[in-house]
């Protein structure tokens, strides 16, 4: 676009651009030109005091491209005292984008929500996380951009997962952990996946294909038809199957396993007696709970009391790890439990 310039020889270049910025009418959103051995400074206009060794001229200048935004936080429209509080990370799951809300925040959710859609790359629709609430850990969703319904195909360390927001728990903060508990499983384990959700677990287990049985089972049937369709999709019909369960009504005739997993973070601590006892000898139970950082220290000899006064065997705790945190307190973490 066409400009006027402050035309100066290389040389003098630095100097001349300083008293042009200091001057208040050096232009920023034009690219500064060159020619031969002449610079040229795209201005707004003549500075007040003169400028030696500059000659002022139209020109042709080429038009600034904007630098992308490294943070969708670059991007929201709220007012500058509030923005220190914008959430700094956010969940993407297939093509739905969650974000959790501070309450002096509230005012301004469709706001964040456009600067989320436009930031993720790939995004369709942003809800608010209300938290998961209920037996069935369902979110509460909020609408804030985008368009279409809450279903989507997630995927992570090669394993496709469909899932409902509105119908059944998935948290894709658990990807590693996924992984990691599927790499455990040694070839011929029975392994039973308690309130197995949409059984991301039970997926990377089957497409694994050690295990000699893997059984998923949850109490929400929106779950578990979701999670039949992905443990399908993972591998061949055979080993698993998929129930429609109670973990109080199943434990007790679930028969035994090498390896159990219990992801139910919100009070699934009550059900530790009962999986428990469906391990064998040497068996591992990979329990996920929300433990407030001051317990922490002293939550595996708790838990341990909490299975062991009650199932027979030598328990112990030999693995402890915080998978990711949950409030200003807590942590989800992840704990290895085992029956000797």
Known sequence: MRSLGAVVARAEAERVRRALSDSGVLRGELVVARDGDEVIFPVSGPPIDPVPGARF????????????????RDLAQVPEELRDSLPRSFDV???????RIPDELLPHSVAIGAALLEFVPGARLVGRDG?????????QLERLAGSGGWTT?????GVHLETDLERAYFSPRLAREHARVAEEVRSGERVIDFACGIAPFGAHIV???RARELVAVDSNPAATELAQRNLASAGPARPWRVLTDSIERFAPVAGTCERAILNLPHGGVKYLP?????????GTLHYYERTER????????????????IVPGTWSVPEVHVVHPYSPTEDIVAYRIVRG
């Open 57 to 72: 001229e139209e020109r042709e200048f080429v038009e600034r491209t904007p630098a992308a935004p490294s943070s969708y």
């Open 93 to 99: 799951i297939g093509d739905i984008v969650l974000v």
């Open 131 to 139: 938290g998961v609430h209920g037996e069935s850990r369902l979110r």
């Open 153 to 157: 195909v997630h995927r992570e360390n």
């Open 207 to 209: 497409r694994d294909g």
């Open 274 to 282: 009962s999986v428990g006892a469906t391990l064998e000898r040497e």
């Open 294 to 309: 001051s317990r922490l220290r002293n939550r595996p000899g708790e838990l341990v009391q909490t299975v062991g006064t």
